[in-house]
């Protein structure tokens, strides 16, 4: 597993429940322009239009030697779920409030460009507060416990 891009800061503002593996619909150009790792998901997020789910705001760099006239570096890009996945996942946007925010881009071994997508909701101000202060106080008690 290659990886070409990932949102680091999703961890930190969003609590998942869960997480799928998805699938993109991307040019060839695109595919070739992620193999140089010109890729991000800093900004990106997933929006559902007519029962299909769309990636926004996902930036791939135009491939340097592609003869494509017109390349929109962020343009909508369709995600390829399970139907069956699909219909949990609008069912839980629209009852329980939840969001759908890009994880990681990756290649998988088979060669294929691959999204991870999690299903959650976002955190408050003091459960970053909280959690930072937890990571801090574990890495303390290391150091406590190497010195002794």
Known sequence: MQIIASNKRANHNYLFSKKIEAGLVLTGS??????FNTGSIKESYIYEK???LWLVNCFI???????????????????LI?????NKVIGSIKKEGMS???INLYFNNRGLAKLTIGLGKGKKKYDKRALSKEKEWKIKQERLLKEN
């Open 50 to 52: 007519n029962g299909e």
């Open 30 to 35: 695109e595919v070739k322009s992620l193999r």
């Open 100 to 102: 759908i925010i890009p």
């Open 82 to 86: 399970t139907k069956k996945e699909l």
């Open 61 to 79: 760099k135009k491939y340097f030697s592609s003869s494509d006239v017109e390349n929109n570096p962020t343009r909508d890009r369709k995600i």
